[in-house]
């Protein structure tokens, strides 16, 4: 499972494990959004991580920056 981290740039990457280390197997999406926190969905619940992605100005989409 940890190896998708290494798809995300690093502060993101470290984020998602702290918060996905305990609970990874029952992991089913990762909604990343420009200027929205990033939402982990459980099996069970979501989880709600405080942190916004800020689109770069010289890139038209986010994944453009991944």
């Known amino acids: 499972m940890f190896e998708i981290l290494s798809f995300f740039p690093k502060n993101i990457s470290e984020i998602l494990k702290e918060n ?18 990033i939402i982990l969905k459980f099996v069970n619940n979501e989880t ?6 800020k689109r770069r100005r ?7 920056y991944m």
């Not at 029952?26 to 959004?33: G, T």
């Not at 709600?48 to 992605?53: G, L, N, R």
């Not at 010289?58 to 453009?64: I, Q, R, S, V």
């Open 48 to 53: 709600i991580v405080p942190y916004e992605i």
């Open 20 to 37: 996905i280390e305990k609970n990874y197997s029952n992991l089913e999406e990762i909604r990343i959004r420009a200027y929205k926190p």
């Open 58 to 64: 010289n890139n038209k989409n986010f994944t453009n």
